[in-house]
């Protein structure tokens, strides 16, 4: 199976849901945008949880070009909370799975990208400082023409 989430350049949009560390649902919309370079492969996404106040997460991956078999891609990102994260994006079926840690701190996480056909992505996921999980979401990502 080809995937065309990360292994094409384009533009993703997308709803869900995000739940805080109290489990209370909130309403969220994201944007990721996938751009390859000869040297690398760029991601840069937000995600805006709807909540009193609005809060938004921005990222901005790394990503070294696969090996031939494409199997484990490792990706690193700085970001502002969470510090320096360094992760391993993984092809497994029908599915894209991204596991990542932080370098400084206990922050730790993972990213369930489900393929349901070339233009839509479903990304569920969850970031956890040791044990403690601080928030997870679910979000449909469609592919922008």
């Not at 869900?16 to 909130?26: I, K, M, N, S």
């Not at 990721?32 to 997460?57: I, M």
Request: glycine fraction near 8%; hydrophobic fraction near 35%.
């Amino acid at each position: 199976m080809s995937h065309t989430y990360l292994f094409q350049p384009a533009l993703w949009t997308g709803s869900g849901t995000f739940w805080c560390a109290d489990g209370q649902p909130l309403p969220a919309e994201c944007r990721t945008e996938v751009a390859h370079r000869p040297e690398c492969w760029l991601l840069s996404g937000s995600l805006k949880v709807l909540g009193s106040p609005p809060v938004e997460f921005v990222n901005a991956y790394w990503i070294q070009l696969p090996g031939r078999d494409g199997a484990a891609i490792k990706w690193s990102s700085e970001n502002a909370t969470l510090g320096k994260l360094q992760g391993t994006f993984s092809v497994i079926g029908s599915s894209i799975l991204s596991v990542y840690r932080s370098q400084t701190a206990g922050y730790h996480g993972a990213d369930h990208l489900r393929r349901l056909d070339d233009d839509c992505y479903e990304s569920t996921g969850m970031l956890l400082l040791e044990d403690r999980r601080l928030s997870s979401w679910q979000v449909l990502l469609r592919r922008s023409a």
